[in-house]
């Protein structure tokens, strides 16, 4: 069965730091392309961040130079790095695994920036 847990998730000031983690298993994590997606409330689910299993990476224009996303394929785990929040990255962020048509979803961690 496969699993996803995202962690790391908390409320933070603007200017502040955060890294969330996502816990995979029941895959083979190393072929997956894994992203990092946030959903706010009364918007669309949009990709924040994704990583081939290779190690490249795309980043949402929104969140280039603030954010930074890795994997240990060793631990299976994905991890986004954010720094210099603001209010608006205000969301649900939740990980997800890609491969061929495979598609696996976590169940998500609250990020809340405010003052």
């Known amino acids: 069965q496969v699993q996803l847990v995202e962690s790391g998730g908390a409320l933070v000031q603007p200017g502040g730091s955060l890294r969330l983690s996502c816990a995979a298993s029941g895959i083979i994590f190393s072929v997956y392309t894994m992203n990092w997606y946030r959903q706010a409330p009364g918007k669309e689910r949009e990709m924040v961040a994704s990583i081939t299993g290779g190690g490249s990476t795309n980043y949402a224009d929104s969140v280039k130079g603030r954010f930074t996303i890795s994997r240990d394929n060793a631990k299976n785990t994905l991890y986004l790095q954010m720094s210099s929040l603001k209010p608006e990255d205000t969301a649900v962020y939740y990980c997800?695994?890609?491969?061929?048509?495979?598609?696996?979803w976590g169940q998500g961690t609250q990020v809340a920036v405010s003052s």
């Open positions: 997800n695994a890609a491969f061929v048509s495979s598609r696996y």
